[in-house]
C-alpha cells in the first residue's frame, strides 16, 4: 500500500496533525504548480532514519520559502517505495507523468535511487538523491546524469571518513558484514579501500540480505576471525538489529566496532550505551549550531517530539536549495534549474562550505567525524553525537581526478 493511501490514517492518529492538511498524497497536479515528489522509505527497516520525518522536512522547506515560486504554489506529493526498486520506477514515472513533478527528492535505499535515476535521466527530471549513499549515483557512466545530483553524502566519504580513521588507530584487522544490494556492496568496496590504503587487511566480508533481523551466524563467523575491527556496512533497522547482537554477545569487549552509516534515530532505538564510544562520520547534525538547533525544535514540534536526523536535515537542504535555484532561473524549467545549480556554494542550516561540483553534480561539502556519547553525558533526548573534528569537503569526497563521470 502506498503511504499516500495510510496518510488519513496517520493524521488522525496525531503523528503529523500540524502539518497534515499540508502535505498532499499523490495525484494529479496541473501546470498551473510546481510539484516536488518525494519517493522514500515510509514504512520499511529505514523509516525511522527518514520516511515521514523526510516528508515533514520538505513541507517544512516549503513553508520556509513562503509556499509558492514564481508566483505558483508549491504542491509536495509522496510515495513510499518499500526499498523495492521496481516499485520505485513505477512511483517515479506517476510522479512525473501524473503529478507533472519537476523535482524527485530523496530515494532512501540506493538501489531505488539508482531506478530512479534512470527515469530522470530519459525524462529530463531533476533528482536530489538525499537518501541513497552509492557512489554510483554520480561515479557510474551507466548511471550519471545532466539532471541527478547526490546530497548529503556518499560511501566514499563515509569510508575515508571512518574506516581510515579506525585503521590508523590501530585496528588493522576488519572483517565486515555487509547489506546485500548497490549501497552495501559499495559501501563495502570502498571500506576495503580505505583499510588497505592505511595498512590494514581485509579478513573477510559476509553479504547478509535486508531486512535481516538475525546476525548470530554472521557474528560467530566474524569472531572466529580475531579482528581487530568488525564493520558494519548496512542502515536502519539492519544496523540497530547488528548492534544489539554484538552487545549481547560480548564482542565489544575483544573487538571494535566501524558502524559505517548511524543516524541519531538508530542510536534512540537501542539507547546509547549500546553505541558508545563508536566513531562515524556524519554529513550534518542537528546540534551543531545555533542555527540547526532552532531548526530541529521547530522540525519535532511537527513530528511528535523528535530531532531530525541528518537524512531528514538533508532533505530540508536540498528542498529549499532546489527552490532557490528554480527563482534564479525564473523558471521551472529543467534545463534551466541544472545550470543554476551546478556550480552554485552552499552554505544553510544543513550545509557548511559547499557547491555542487559541476563535472559530477556531487555535493561537496563539510562532514564530521563524530563520536557516540554513554547515556551520562547525553545531555538532552537525541544530542547523541560528539563532533571530534570538521573534514573539509575536498578532503571528505572523492578527488576531481578519479572521478569516471564527466558532465561538463
Not at 209 to 228: C, H, I, V
Not at 231 to 257: P, R, Y
Amino acid at each position: 500500500m502506498k503511504l499516500a493511501r495510510l496518510l488519513p490514517l496517520i493524521a488522525a492518529c496525531g503523528m503529523l496533525a500540524p502539518i497534515a492538511g499540508q502535505i498532499q498524497p499523490a495525484r494529479a497536479a496541473g501546470n498551473d504548480q510546481v510539484v516536488i515528489a518525494n519517493v522514500g522509505d515510509e514504512s520499511g527497516v529505514y523509516s525511522a532514519l527518514d520516511g515521514l520525518g523526510a516528508v515533514v522536512a520538505d513541507q517544512m522547506a516549503i513553508d520556509d520559502f513562503g509556499g509558492k515560486v514564481l508566483g505558483k504554489p508549491i504542491k509536495l506529493v509522496h510515495y513510499d517505495h518499500r526499498n523495492d526498486a521496481g516499485l520505485a520506477n513505477q512511483e517515479t514515472n506517476e510522479a512525473i507523468d501524473r503529478d507533472h513533478a519537476t523535482l524527485l527528492v530523496d530515494y532512501t535505499n540506493s538501489a531505488t535511487a539508482l531506478s530512479g535515476e534512470n527515469v530522470a535521466k530519459a525524462k529530463h527530471v531533476v533528482q536530489i538523491v538525499t537518501g541513497g549513499g552509492t557512489d554510483a549515483i554520480t561515479n557510474d557512466p551507466k548511471y550519471c546524469n545532466k539532471y541527478t545530483f547526490h546530497y548529503g553524502y556518499d560511501v566514499y566519504a563515509l569510508a575515508h571518513g571512518t574506516a581510515a580513521t579506525l585503521t590508523k588507530e590501530g585496528g588493522k584487522k576488519w572483517y565486515t558484514i555487509t547489506a546485500n544490494y548497490a549501497f552495501g556492496q559499495a559501501l563495502q568496496k570502498d571500506t576495503a579501500q580505505a583499510v588497505e590504503a592505511n595498512g590494514g587487511q581485509m579478513l573477510g566480508n559476509d553479504f547478509v540480505p535486508l531486512g535481516t533481523s538475525d546476525f548470530s551466524s554472521y557474528l560467530l563467523k566474524a569472531q572466529a576471525a580475531k579482528p581487530d575491527v568488525i564493520g558494519l556496512a548496512n542502515a536502519g533497522n539492519d544496523t540497530v538489529n547488528a548492534m544489539k547482537q554484538i552487545n549481547e554477545f560480548g564482542l565489544k569487549k575483544s573487538m571494535k566496532v566501524g558502524v559505517m552509516l548511524l543516524f541519531e534515530s538508530d542510536v534512540h532505538a537501542l539507547g546509547p550505551d549500546y553505541w558508545a564510544g563508536s566513531t562515524v562520520t556524519i554529513g550534518g547534525y542537528w546540534d551543531l549550531d545555533a542555527k540547526s538547533r532552532a531548526f530541529a525544535e521547530r522540525f519535532a514540534k511537527k513530528y511528535h517530539g523528535n530531532m531530525p536526523t541528518w537524512s531528514e536535515f538533508a532533505n530540508y537542504s536540498a528542498v529549499y536549495q532546489y527552490l532557490e535555484a528554480v527563482k534564479r532561473a525564473g523558471t521551472a524549467d529543467s534545463d534551466a534549474v541544472v545550470k543554476q545549480l551546478e556550480g552554485h556554494k552552499i552554505n544553510d542550516t544543513f550545509v557548511h562550505n559547499g557547491y555542487i561540483r559541476p563535472q559530477d553534480h556531487l555535493l561537496i561539502h563539510d562532514m564530521y567525524l563524530a563520536e557516540v556519547l554513554p547515556a551520562s553525558q547525553v545531555k538532552q533526548p537525541w544530542a547523541y553525537f560528539k563532533i571530534v573534528k570538521t573534514i573539509p569537503g575536498e578532503q571528505a569526497f572523492r578527488p576531481l581526478s578519479e572521478v569516471k563521470c564527466n558532465l561538463q
